[in-house]
């Protein structure tokens, strides 16, 4: 089992910023690729952003593309999301995601772990 736990969200201005963290336990983290993503009220689960473990690749939604930033650090377990630029749509709880393969995915049914997730709140 990989436990995975997110912190840093709260409430912000439109045009803030806020970085998301999070902590992975348990099993061997570094060869998961893991990701990022959200669910607003009334809506499904989307994908933000993803970070492959083999070469450190990312990929990310059209929606937050040029604002948000996905990184790892495999030596600490963590996992982050710099989220800047934030406008009212972004306001979601927002969940960190491991899958069992290095490579990473932008689909929430192939990702095998999660997070208790953390709200985002982002005021206009």
């Known amino acids: 089992q990989l436990q995975l736990v997110e912190s840093g969200g709260g409430f912000v201005q439109a045009g803030g910023s806020l970085r998301l963290s999070c902590a992975a336990s348990?099993?061997?983290?570094?060869?998961?690729?893991m990701g990022w993503f959200r669910q607003a009220p009334g809506k499904e689960r989307e994908f933000v952003a993803g970070i492959s473990w083999t070469d450190g690749n990312t990929y990310y939604a059209d929606s937050v593309k040029g604002r948000f930033t996905v990184s790892r650090d495999n030596a600490k377990k963590m996992v982050y999301l710099q989220m800047n630029s934030l406008k009212p749509e972004d306001t979601a709880v927002y969940y960190c995601?491991?899958?069992?393969?290095?490579?990473?995915?932008?689909?929430?049914?192939?990702?095998?772990?999660w997070g208790q997730g953390t709200q985002v709140t982002v005021s206009s």
């Open positions: 348990g099993r061997t983290f570094s060869t998961y690729a």
């Open positions: 995601a491991a899958r069992r393969y290095p490579l990473l995915a932008p689909t929430a049914n192939e990702y095998d772990y």
